[in-house]
Structures are given as structure tokens and as C-alpha cells.
């Protein structure tokens, strides 16, 4: 290095860094403006739930016969170029409520437009999670 120059940081990591900071900031940003209380939470597992038994079928039975379920209904995705994911929902044993979460997401990337979408993960064993 020659005396009177400097190193600077190259531009991919000046970039995901940036991408870093801004993917806490929203997770953080997100979970402050938008949560939900309990019974807001509990109110959309349970809708959730029921458009899941009306469109999969044997989804009550499935439902049945695990141990856990968790339930994240609505979560919201959208993006230009930078996008984010947000979600909260309710893991149900023995069909009812033990903890509540929520689901973030960050990406980089040619991506514009939004959607909405459910998610209903069933664990099948004790040994699937933990609580």
C-alpha cells in the first residue's frame, strides 16, 4: 500500500452489508407496527384452519393425527428489487394454543409484485419440535 491511499471495502460487501442492516431494521420494524394481539392471532389461525380442512382433503384427520401444528395465516409478501416477507401465527398442541411466532423475510433481487399466502406446517412427532 502506498503511503497516502486508503482501502475501501469492495462494492458487494458495501452491498450486502446494506442488505443486512435493512433486512434487521424491517424484521424489527415489522414486528412492532403490525403485531397482532392473541385473540387477533387465534382469530386467523382458526379461519385459517378452516379454509385448510375445506380445501385439502383428509386435512381434519391430518390435523388429527399430529402432534403440533403450526399456523402462520396471511403472510404477507412483496417486493421491488428489495423485497420482505411478514407473518405471525400460533403453534396449536392438542388443539390449543402454546406459543405464538412470527415469520420474516428479506431478499435481493429482479422481483416486483406481492401476494398473500398460508402456511400450515403438521408435526407428525414429538420429537419434531420442541417447546
Given at each position: 500500500m502506498k503511503a497516502g491511499k486508503t482501502e475501501t471495502c469492495p462494492t458487494s460487501i458495501k452491498k450486502t452489508s446494506l442488505f443486512i442492516v435493512f433486512?434487521?431494521?424491517l424484521s424489527f420494524a415489522a414486528?412492532?407496527?403490525w403485531a397482532q394481539t392473541a385473540e387477533e392471532i387465534d382469530a386467523s389461525v382458526y379461519a385459517c384452519l378452516s379454509r385448510f380442512y375445506n380445501q385439502i382433503k383428509g386435512g381434519r384427520e391430518m390435523v388429527a393425527m399430529a402432534e403440533g401444528v403450526l399456523v402462520i395465516p396471511s403472510v404477507v409478501k412483496g417486493g421491488l428489487i428489495v423485497g420482505g416477507e411478514y407473518g405471525e401465527g400460533?403453534?396449536?398442541?392438542?388443539g390449543k394454543t402454546v406459543s405464538y411466532y412470527n415469520f420474516v423475510s428479506g431478499s435481493v433481487g429482479f422481483q416486483i409484485g406481492g401476494e398473500a399466502k398460508d402456511f400450515v406446517i403438521?408435526?407428525?412427532k414429538d420429537e419434531s419440535f420442541v417447546l
Open positions: 433486512t434487521v431494521v414486528e412492532n407496527l400460533a403453534l396449536r398442541v392438542g403438521l408435526f407428525m
